[in-house]
């Protein structure tokens, strides 16, 4: 486990939750800038051979820029985030690439 989240595990469903304004995101403007770490997120190691991963995320929009994520963890500053996020004007799909500092695109 990663930072403080809500964690359930009922009827074979394992749930998470995050907390207001956590995120896990390395600004592009250099290291100036305070990268942010404190989503929380379940880490283990993937099982040996071919596997099969199902997911649901749900997101209760309550303000711009919340969204659901399906992390993939590889170190320290390499991830990828596959998420369902509402823009100011509605709900997108992006994509976040970090290899040092994230790059994110809608």
């Known amino acids: 486990f990663g930072p403080e989240g809500g964690w359930t595990y009922e009827d074979g469903a394992l749930t998470g939750t995050a907390g207001p304004k956590q995120d896990r995101f390395v600004p592009p403007g250099g290291d100036a800038l305070e990268p942010a770490s404190d989503a929380p997120r379940l880490l283990g190691a993937a099982p040996e051979g071919d596997f ?7 997101v209760g929009f309550a303000a711009a820029f919340d969204a659901g994520v399906l992390y993939l963890h590889v170190g320290e500053r390499e991830w990828a985030k596959l998420c369902l996020e509402l823009s100011p004007e509605r709900p997108t799909v992006c994509t976040v690439v970090t290899r040092g500092q994230s790059d994110d695109v809608n």
């Open 52 to 58: 099969q991963l199902i997911a649901r995320v749900k």
